[in-house]
């Protein structure tokens, strides 16, 4: 096991345990430095080293063709944003799938009053548009948690032949979730990064670094078309 992820293993537990009780600004991740994605939001990568590395880990995805969309509906993935997944970061403790993330990602955290779980107020950095956005429960869908894989991609690209188990998994595992603008993940819908890309170009090589990290956990084919415009992200 690398360093990196020794380092990332390690820290799981704590993140897991404390995640509640954090406030305050906290540095943004490298998805390389990232790879169970309990550490929060995404930074650019910028060296040399990293863009190398990055484009090893999309070099080894497999491609497909897609096949279609017949049959897909969210709750195939189950109900939304439920602690019911298994065997990924912040299953079943007792908080939502959603929450969990604001407050992995949040700055200057507030929660409700007499709970731990529940996000009344924070501030984000979005990855995806460079803004900074001061967000309250009131207006909620001004901040909405992005499936980096999205859903319908993942049906189409192998994920309607999985256990129900399994789908549960990605549509909760952390890894696959960022919190980002409202308007910017509606823009992406359920595009791949041929298709669709973050407005921000700094951030896009660590984006498609992270699509790549999920669809590798989950062994999800990417088409050649996507795989091709990732590569290019990260030259």
């Known amino acids: 096991m690398g360093t990196r992820n020794m380092v990332a293993v390690l820290a799981a537990g704590v993140v897991v345990a404390s995640l509640a009780g954090q ?22 990568i910028t060296s040399a080293r990293d863009r190398s ?18 049959g897909y509906r969210r709750d195939r993935f189950g109900e939304n944003w439920a602690d019911a997944a298994t065997a990924v970061p912040y299953a079943r403790n007792g908080c939502d799938t959603r929450n969990d993330l604001l407050a992995r990602d949040g700055d200057d955290v507030r929660f ?12 984000l950095d979005d ?32 994920a309607s032949r999985w256990s129900r188990a ?37 951030i ?14 989950y062994d999800l084919p990417v088409t050649r078309l996507d795989k091709s415009h990732m590569l290019a992200q990260c030259r």
């Open 53 to 70: 590395a990055a484009l090893d880990l999309i070099r080894s995805l497999r491609v497909a063709g897609m096949g279609p969309k017949t």
């Open 23 to 44: 406030t305050g600004v906290r540095e943004r991740a490298n998805p390389l430095d990232n790879p169970d994605g309990t550490k929060p939001g995404l930074v650019p």
């Open 112 to 123: 409700r009053e007499g709970s731990t779980c529940v996000v009344e107020a924070m501030t």
């Open 127 to 158: 990855p995806y548009t460079g803004r900074t956005i001061h967000w309250r429960k009131a207006d909620a869908d001004r901040i909405q948690v992005d499936h980096v894989v999205p859903l319908s991609y993942e049906w189409r690209m192998g």
């Open 204 to 217: 896009r090589c660590a984006y498609v670094v992270r699509f790549a990290q999920v669809a590798l956990k």
């Open 166 to 202: 399994k789908r549960l998994r990605i549509a909760n595992d952390p890894l696959n979730l960022l919190p980002v603008y409202g308007p910017a993940n509606e823009a992406k819908g359920g595009s791949g990064p041929a298709s669709w890309l973050p407005p921000s170009r700094r």
